[in-house]
């Protein structure tokens, strides 16, 4: 049985919102001191460090593949190290797995792996993706936190909206941190990595009886955008270096519009173009 199977429908609204850089404040620390230090590790990298990581963090940080999936991110860096820099092993069997499966995470991989168990990149991409939630798990818990406005705003909407985080980050990571800061309080349902992508888990969603003009995705990069449109649901940015002020609009401004129907049109429109520009499109 799955997450969707024990969901119901409360409320005739629905906000998704994304988990990290969008609701919390963890992209950058976990994308600088996790995410591409291991890959560095892993696949012996130390003498392009440098280069590499600054290449890493643009990838998953400061331009329009923001928030990728951390395989896909990974099969993209990694693809770029085999040509400039040095020859990845087996490299097109990790490619083909990320191009190619239906769920992108740490259970779908280790059953590719059954399948393919003399896979050189499929393995290490296993242990990399291991080794990164460990070395989060161990991040200065103080430094793990939501941006400011994020639980006044999900209390705000969860008077007339369902919640549910739709994220791609690992499960226990997002619970563990939503729950720490009370957050969860104001959460129906939690679809994280495991779940499916987030457009999987939007369509999923609105097979509970929700109308998709009343359905309202907020995220912070392009694939929560590319999820949304997909589905024919509205979109909310959450702007990268003015999260605060974005979530303050949220209340001010957009969640009132989503429920008098005039969210849609010139206002989305426009938050489209900023989401755009903050981003570097």
Not at 12 to 36: E, N, P, Q, W
Not at 160 to 169: P, Q
Not at 254 to 275: C, H, M, N, P, R
Request: one cysteine or more; hydrophobic letters at 40%; aromatic letters at 10%.
């Amino acid at each position: 049985m799955s997450v969707f199977d024990t969901y119901k429908k409360a409320k005739d609204y629905l906000i998704c919102v994304d988990s990290d850089g969008c609701a919390m404040d963890t992209m950058d620390i976990k994308h600088i001191r996790c995410f591409g230090p291991c890959m560095v590790q892993q696949w012996g990298l130390k003498q392009w460090e440098e280069e590499i990581l600054a290449r890493w963090n643009d990838i998953n940080l400061y331009t329009m593949t923001r928030g990728i999936n951390r395989f896909k991110g990974l099969s993209v860096a990694l693809q770029e190290i085999d040509k400039q820099y040095t020859e990845i092993e087996d490299l097109s069997t990790l490619v083909d797995w990320v191009q190619n499966s239906d769920e992108l995470s740490n259970d779908a991989l280790k059953r590719a792996i059954d399948t393919n168990p003399e896979s050189v990149s499929l393995k290490k991409a296993l242990s990399w993706s291991e080794s990164v939630n460990a070395s989060i798990k161990l991040l200065p818990q103080e430094e793990i936190k939501p941006f400011e406005l994020v639980k006044e705003a999900l209390e705000f909407a969860h008077n007339r909206a369902d919640i549910a985080i739709v994220s791609s980050a690992n499960l226990s990571a997002v619970l563990e941190e939503w729950e720490k800061h009370g957050l969860l309080k104001s959460v129906d349902i939690v679809l994280a990595q495991d779940s499916g992508s987030k457009a999987y888990c939007i369509s999923q969603l609105l097979k509970k009886g929700y109308s998709a003009e009343n359905v309202l995705m907020c995220g912070d990069a392009p694939g929560d955008l590319s999820a949304a449109q997909s589905n024919c649901v509205n979109y909310y940015p959450i702007l990268v270096r003015f999260e605060r002020e974005s979530w303050q609009e949220f209340m001010d401004i957009a969640f009132k519009k989503l429920l008098d129907g005039t969210y849609s049109g010139e206002y989305q429109v426009e938050k489209i173009k900023e989401f755009n520009s903050n981003l570097g499109n």
